[in-house]
């Protein structure tokens, strides 16, 4: 049998997600694998719950990669705090404001949106009004909206909630290590992210963090969690001090996470994050030297992730297939309302370095030439 | 910072998982991230299902890899499924079947448990009159019990319900890839597995394949599946022609499980199966020429998962410390009511080796020596 694992081409990954992969994290996925309960393994999840309490700048014992994506995190975060009825509010602007949604309306909360033009940020003062209306359970919203490259007021949102007796759930799938998180100072209760953003390792774990305020909501349930796999109160278990199995952990993608994590500490995280701004303003700047117009608002952008407008006349998929056959690129496009009309492109992580910038904006030039 | 990466020790994995990973997985792993939605990407995942498919013995369509552990499999198992009020029936002889109660239960459904004793299987005559006396929507089974090292009466059972409404359920975890499973002659409608067992591949997917019946209830649920991130009618939407995008796959941990599956495609499942006997009867010797004795009735036994009585007086936790920190041996203990009392040696996939056996024979013998 032909073995397709032996042609796989390296492409530049510059979508929203999976990003460039460091060889040191390649390296730590095919290091020899170790039981779920080994001693020396043991060793390892500790320092992993450090790391990652470090990046989310959070003292919460409750922190720990959930098995499996960042939208199982999402799942994660909503099935272990909704219970039937609850009140939930979603700040909405983009893809993952829905994807909240549909989560949350299928574990039976009584879900309120308020949405926002997609490609513009939740604005603070109508957020507010609505949130002194009443008494929510959950107020969620997503940091860095990678369907639209809107970065929300996360901080200013959290400062508005101090002393309510709402959650605040945050979505940081595609913020955490390429941008401020600082989950306890903004009053985050509950806080989720995935591995193949700016974290820079291949997808397949969320890290997730419980404030103590989140984990008396889970201790104070009438009913268990509707969902055995994902029941923080058993995982936390077999994380905790107690090392109960719960369910295999997986191990050589938690040394991936681990192995990226150091990275992200030994740079430092302000360096990384500066790493970001600035390599995100040389795309900038060279897309408007292509004649290219962002779809947000200078202030409003997330460096990670830049939402292109598609001049007119250009068929935007044709443009990222040839930059997929020819230059070895990938980059997204857009989804719901935006399909066709925006391009995305990645710089997080291992990708935001100045040399892929320049290497899609010589492939754009020569693809747009007239 | 200590990088702990750097000192993981290879360590001979005989527990009940996960198994000794083939160096040709480890590369796997480590090969370059693609997008999961890169045309290369998608022809490795159809490549995966056909692999899937011979696996287990099944023409169906819906076969693909879940994104999380094999206890995920079980949870996708079941939430996909159960409506609230739906009777279920699981025939139950160790933790996994405990398992199975506990995810059904959280669902809603109106379980019933027929329970054997832990160490013996699933007796046939007995579950046929209690099948006979009512219709279950679902009638739950597990393959290859890992907690007693018991194998159930898959096909049978499957024969017993052949032209029934119910839907039978079965965990092949620890069986697949290890014995033979023939989904659609057993009339399987939902299958299960995890990768870190049999398929010698780390932990962090689990194969599940369900059946045109199982479809057609899925198709007809009133209430939307609660578990978006677990949703088969949207997953497949993504596996399927359509490409949708549902989450971001697990990429490296696909390539490991293709190398995996190849491998056993390329030795030959017979092959692979006859390895595991013959392993196994090599390890029972030796075992009893230690004096050991096994939990399991003969002809009852796995192959893969061998649980032997602590002798007595022996100390069984001591045993398996110094055989991990003298011998680099990992086996393990007992779950449960058998927790204490029985050591459970696994010989899955890459693990099964003759030369594993000896190593383990020889340690044992200078541990247990007067």
């Not at 997609?118 to 107020?139: D, N």
């Not at 995935?194 to 305020?213: D, I, M, N, R, W």
């Not at 492109?345 to 010589?362: Q, W, Y």
Request: glycine share 8%; with cysteine.
């Amino acid at each position: 049998m032909k073995n397709l694992l032996d042609d796989i081409e390296e492409i530049l990954l510059m979508g929203p997600g999976p990003s460039c992969v460091p060889p040191e994290v390649y390296r730590a996925l095919s290091q020899k694998t170790l039981g779920h309960l080994d001693p020396y393994f043991l060793e390892i999840m500790e320092e992993l719950k450090i790391m990652i309490r470090r990046i989310m700048n959070t003292a919460n014992t409750l922190t720990l990669p959930i098995s499996g994506t960042g939208s199982a995190g999402m799942e994660a975060a909503f099935v272990n705090l909704v219970e039937p009825g609850d009140p939930v509010l979603i700040l909405l602007n983009g893809v993952f404001g829905v994807r909240m949604n549909e989560v949350a309306q299928r574990l039976g909360a009584q879900v309120e949106v308020l949405e926002f033009p997609w490609g513009t940020p939740v604005e603070l003062q109508t957020a507010e009004k609505k949130i002194g209306r009443k008494s929510y359970q959950i107020i969620a919203m997503v940091q860095a909206e990678t369907s639209t490259g809107v970065r929300n007021p996360v901080a200013e949102i959290g400062s508005l909630l101090k002393g309510s007796d709402s959650l605040y759930l945050v979505d940081t799938v595609t913020g955490l290590g390429g941008m401020e998180v600082r989950m306890d100072d903004w009053n985050i209760d509950v806080l989720y992210s995935g591995t193949q953003k700016c974290l820079s390792c291949p997808p397949g774990l969320a890290p997730v963090s419980f404030s103590q305020k989140a984990m008396q909501k889970l201790k104070s349930r009438k009913t268990k969690v509707p969902n055995w796999y994902l029941d923080l109160t058993l995982i936390s278990e077999y994380w905790g001090q107690n090392r109960v199995y719960h369910h295999t952990a997986p191990v050589n993608m938690l040394y991936g996470l681990y192995q990226a994590l150091l990275l992200i500490l030994e740079e430092g995280p302000e360096k990384v994050f500066s790493r970001h701004r600035e390599i995100h303003q040389a795309l900038v700047q060279g897309l408007e030297e292509l004649g290219l117009k962002m779809l947000v608002e200078e202030q409003f952008r997330l460096p990670m992730l830049n939402a292109v407008c598609v001049p007119e006349g250009v068929d935007e998929l044709s443009v990222r297939k040839r930059l997929r056959s020819q230059f070895k690129i990938e980059i997204g496009g857009g989804l719901g309302p935006l399909a066709g009309k925006i391009w995305r492109i990645g710089l997080m992580g291992h990708t935001a370095r100045k040399e892929n910038v320049d290497r899609l904006m010589e492939a754009l030039q020569e693809i747009l030439k007239k």
